[in-house]
């Protein structure tokens, strides 16, 4: 009994960032379900956590329910004090790194309504499409190493749940797509850290000129681009007197296709000192700026 009790005050201790945001019934329940959830072998669940807490068959077991589902409380604003707390340990000073990715949860059911059917990444390649029906969350994760690991870890701070189509055509609402979604917690991020300098590295199903340009201003964006975009030079500043409306961009670029088989191509040998933990790769790297463009879309500048 007093090991438990011990336990239970750890992990309150560890929590206590978040106390002010939940009253002090939801709180009690919310730290039963955190040690339950730690504790349990299966399905992190509701269920599974008042049964390994041996809480299972308590008359008041639906309002360990309602933590999740009524009680009034921010997690977005705790999303906030997470994503202090993590750079606050693991960076202290320099850049923070951002990993952005989407994650299929396979769930059905009658009241499963915002589920979808995706491309399921995992079991699909270049040649072969597999479908998967679940739902679809975008996660935006701490990219940093971790003292007792040899790879670097990401940290999930803040994950959103992105529903399907059918789902917003039902309600009459407009669909958000993860282009969308990857706006609105970049942005946030950048609200929640004002003074420090913000990278997101993302797939290439990011590589949209709207979220870059929405996102240039407050982060520094690391996506692989399309080896057919159209780039361009910088516009030539304007010569005084010179009549209509001032260029977008300057002379087209070739392609980072013809680029890559061009042999008057420069390319540079590098050495990273960690690929995927695995020890030192050398890697050839060819750089350079340019703007990418689309009619009818912002201009946005890239390396």
């Known amino acids: 009994m007093g090991a ?26 919310l730290l039963v379900l955190a040690t ?47 994503l202090a707390r993590l750079v606050a340990t693991f960076v202290p000073s320099g850049p923070v790194v951002i990993g952005l990715d989407d994650t299929i949860e396979r769930r059905w059911g009658a009241k499963i309504a915002a589920r979808g059917i995706y491309r399921d990444p995992v079991r699909s390649s270049h040649g072969h499409f597999v479908k998967a029906s679940g739902l679809r969350w975008l996660s935006a994760m701490l990219l940093v190493p971790v003292p007792w690991a040899r790879r670097v870890w990401a940290l999930p701070f803040l994950t959103v749940l992105m529903p399907s189509q059918r789902w917003a055509d039902r ?62 030079a910088r516009a030539v500043p304007r010569q005084p007197g010179t009549r209509g409306r001032p260029r977008r961009t300057g002379e087209r670029l070739p392609t980072l296709a013809r680029r890559r088989a061009d042999p008057a191509t420069p390319w540079s040998t590098h050495i990273v000192t960690d690929w995927y933990g695995q020890g030192e790769r050398r890697v050839e790297l060819a750089t350079g700026c340019a703007v990418w463009s689309h009619p009818g879309r912002p201009v946005v500048p890239l390396r």
């Open 4 to 29: 438990a009790v011990d336990r239970q005050d750890r992990l309150e201790g560890w929590l206590a960032p978040f106390r002010t945001l939940f009253t002090q019934p939801t709180w009690q329940r």
């Open 36 to 82: 339950g959830a730690i504790l349990t072998t299966h399905r992190r669940t509701v269920a599974a956590a008042l049964r390994v807490t041996g809480r299972g068959e308590d008359a008041d077991f639906s309002r360990y329910h309602d933590v999740l589902s009524r009680s009034r409380w921010s997690a977005l604003a705790a999303a906030g004090l997470l």
């Open 171 to 232: 309600r009459g609402v407009r669909h958000k797509s993860l282009v969308d979604g990857a706006r609105h917690m970049l942005l946030q991020v950048a609200k929640w850290l004002p003074d420090r300098r913000i990278v997101a590295v993302a797939d290439s199903g990011f590589s949209a000129i709207g979220l870059l340009d929405a996102v240039s201003a407050h982060v520094c964006m690391v996506t692989r681009l399309r080896l057919d975009a159209r780039l361009f």
